[in-house]
């Protein structure tokens, strides 16, 4: 017996991935697929991969999906998905929600980095971060999921070990990200079309992305510290459609070896399927990773600076948003961890 | 009157493009082009671009070269230009050299990341590092100029003046560069091949890149030390044709205001025409700077991590290498600085 | 029970993208997988993508292969292909080549475009040629299945339903095609690294090219024709890494109307899982085919010139080379003929 | 002494193209460009390239340009081309127009094709079609040059000269183009954004493009005829930004030869300075005509279906528009055809 699932806010490419992924799910039935923008149309009319697939976009109807469906996918714009999560938590769906508004525990960090209060700050204490390699028995217990951002994903997942074992110091971090040009959303804008983004590189937002203190928020857990700690993230858009890579590199503390290094990563994802830790100089590439849901995480050693320096490479739209999304609805109702996913 | 200038190892890309640009040049003739590879051919057989130049490729002889030519520009792989270099100095030629043997001040250095001992280790002192920017006085009088490498010169350009100025320190620089596959030469290698390259994005050499102790070298000038410094270089690989862009975290001092540092780039570059500043808080763009001898600087402030962020962008080709080439020679020769590069 | 099968030379893009979709196939293990030049190797040096898979590439030896296989895959260069099919076939194995050697049924027509005398003529009337939705029952029960290049089927299949209807002439057919880079296989050749292929568009092979005769004696059966036709076919290389469009203009007989093309298309596949075929006045586009094996098609019709205008759109790796040897197989063996390929 | 040019409508990527040829050129000063969407802003803001020019887009003001220019360069959707050129002609100033209002010289195909009446039918016999290489002594004492199309340039220059030599018949001609992305112009639309256009192949228009009707005009005078031809055109989007490749097959005369097609091309060809014919049997690339204003072209017979097939290889903006506006303004001049150009 499948789960009925629906998806809100089905029409951009986050949305486009997680339909590709949930029509080959044999656990998992699309019931309801929401779109304001193309309500009442076929949705093989707005993305032609699923011609055949007979599923049609509709208005959002809260009462509707809560008395039909078991989990509800949110792809909606910030300050929206709490609207949504609210009632449909109350009727006892479980949430997972892929855009920005249940990441942060801080209701002032979210303040400051959205300029908006919180929509629903009761719910940041139960959401749960839905990095699986980190949160997995949390995610299993969990009603609502925050899925991580596609750059946070990136960045987490290689620097994570190295602070929990304490091999580099949470001080001082600097992350050089580059993304494909997916990751910016199906937006129809000028520095978007086709002739302003090939042939073109470009940093953005180097200053206060929004991605920043989620990555700053999981990194001081990881390295156990109850304080806040603050890093320089700084992405880059490049011509690509799909794939981020990002570059990180870390003090290394007395006694980080890349013996030590190896050692940590084998003991955090030694046993994780969608993690692939390079051998030590190697480099990750966004081409071994594009549509899988898999991190690729490669490792050096600098001691001319002292430095570790770690890459992680990743699909935006699959490890880095709803391929990731799908691992914890598996996760959350006792599915195969990889089921719609390989 | 027009100058005859030799180009000696034109075979790949920084020699076609310096071919580009020279056969524009209204004070300079091409006398002399050698490949050992193509010796015998046209040059327009190898680069189609130029049917009709009949230019043809030559094997490298010395001594015609010095008999004939007033100036000539070397394209060889390391460790081979300073082997042309001596003889055609001592025949009075001036020589441009577009490769790594004359950038490091320092024979140990050059020794370190090159593995050998350097071939003409007495000629480093009279090498002039050939950045106008920096160097237009000695470049004006020199005989060798050492041009400086595609990475170094997206970064040197954006960093130099706030180290001058004393707004950053030269500690604890982060520098992650972008690099179009132009940037890797010619080579016909398996992980250079289109469908290797193309949706791919990878760091790679993130520890010891041959061109790390150049930048090293000139931004410890730039702060007027007589330490050296060290300092962390990430080149990336992208799937564009032509273009960096380096993207430079600074300590900053105190002090430093983003009102200050546009001071210290308009006493750099106020007058330069080959350096465009954008705005603060604006990033730069290869797209605006490809085919063209332009550096596009632009800065940022982070307060949260009290870092000054900035982005150089040039077209490696032309900026980075064959551009600044002809740069210099308009410098030497006292033809206006802009010929044939606009 | 999964069968048992053998991928010989498997070191190109087609055998990568073989692997890819055997991995995931339920019914059939890879028990021998072979490429003299990586012989020894994982391959997950060779492929990054298949980390943790425990596959080595080992010699072909035909005996070995011959005695614990049930079918084997070949995607060897032509002329090589006749050698290992004959004793496998001898064995009793299913063969199963990718490659050009059993595609046409004159011996006389291999002659005049591979330029070599046929290894194997006497199995060239045993071949079944394998696109499904022409030939699924002759599929099911050969021993030997010669896979269509990846232009012919992009060609065959949007043209075959309009001559097979009387809808348009065999004669005065004129198809332009244009290819992702990694249909010239995974060669390293200086004309395929990124810089000469990116920002490039050309034709090539204009005259004569191998897959020509392939679409002449399919689109001549589809006919009802017993005599040859001769046609124009152009491929063009352009930047993408996956997928071909052809571009196929017939001319139009009495009758025909966009209606019966339609009609025409619903009978040849209307229950065809793998082809789409978009309404009147649409275009078929690539990027909706990458990574499926899905062919879509499109059709216009030009009164001004009386010429119908058919598109068809593949992924020149999946349904033009891989995907289709495995639902060639899935047919021959029972399987679903989905399986491994959504 | 410099002649003051105007260009009017200077906000898309022809208008960007125009700008950077003019800035450079020796003896023409660009006095006044206009774009309603960006008047009373720096032409840097919009197309940073031009950062220190000091040029800014004003409103579209006829009297002021008439008083003050020589020539006017109109950059205009169609139908808003004849509003300027009337009063501006009157005015005595040369009319260039890069749009498509005076190329066809029957009112009732630009009815057919354009939806509308012709807006200014008495001009359409003044207007010289604007391709130098086949009418330079009109072009000379005209006052209107109405610039070809992109399409048609890269199609017209390779077939004329066969069509006028008679090796070739101008009925059932089948032209094949492939065209990078600004040829499409600087639009915000969704089938555009990058992710839409980058690794996609499509065909598009293939019926009743607006650029045949003009490709068959120019086709018919070439061979003699005063009667109409009728063709087909089939255009393509493919993710490059500049180039288009044409494909042109046409149907042998007899008598047809490899050696005098060259003939017929020298003839046509041998003094142009922009036109590049390669040898027999190879094949035209965009890559080694992009950022010129030369047209590559290549030609091949396939005795098997007896065709002549060429292509002609352009840059898009260069000699598909910008730069072939230049071209004329020179000739119209009397100066150097190339200034400007190289």
Not at 161 to 182: F, H, K, N, Q
Request: charged fraction near 20%.
């Amino acid at each position: 017996m499948a789960i009925q699932v629906a998806v809100i806010g089905a029409a951009g490419y986050a949305g486009e991935e997680l339909l590709r992924i949930l029509t080959r799910h044999r656990q998992a039935d699309i019931a309801v697929i929401t779109s304001r923008k193309y309500a009442g149309q076929e949705v093989s009319e707005v993305f032609p991969r699923f011609t055949g697939s007979k599923l049609r976009f509709s208005d959002p109807d809260v009462s509707r999906i809560a008395a039909g469906c078991d989990a509800v996918f949110l792809a909606l714009p910030h300050g929206l998905a709490a609207e949504y999560a609210l009632p449909l938590l109350e009727s006892g769906l479980k949430v997972i929600d892929i855009s920005a508004d249940f990441r942060l525990k801080s209701p002032a960090k979210y303040k400051e980095y959205y300029s908006e209060d919180h929509p629903a700050p009761e719910l940041l204490s139960k959401a749960v971060y839905g990095l699986p390699e980190r949160y997995r028995k949390q995610i299993k217990d969990a009603a609502l999921i925050a899925c991580p951002g596609c750059y946070p994903t990136s960045s987490i997942l290689p620097a994570a070990p190295l602070l929990e074992a304490g091999l580099a110091s949470p001080d001082g971090i600097v992350i050089a990200s580059m993304s494909g040009v997916t990751g910016t959303g199906r937006k129809v804008e000028l520095p978007l079309i086709f002739p302003e983004c090939n042939e073109s590189l470009r940093a953005y937002k180097t200053v206060a992305h929004r991605h920043l203190p989620e990555i700053e928020q999981e990194l001081a857990f990881a390295a156990g510290l109850d304080r806040e700690i603050a890093l320089n993230f700084v992405p880059h858009l490049v011509p690509v459609n799909r794939g981020i890579n990002s570059t990180i590199l870390l003090n290394a503390n007395p006694g980080c070896t890349l013996e030590r290094i190896a050692e940590a990563y084998e003991k955090a994802y030694g046993n994780e399927q969608f993690v692939r830790v390079l051998p030590a100089n190697s480099f990750s590439d966004t081409k071994y990773v594009t549509m899988t849901n898999c991190c690729e995480i490669a490792y050096n050693l600098d001691p001319h600076t002292n430095k570790v320096i770690v890459t992680g490479a990743i699909d935006n739209l699959t490890k880095g948003a709803s391929g990731q999304a799908v691992q914890c609805m598996n996760i959350m109702f006792g599915f195969d961890e990889a089921e719609g996913l390989v």
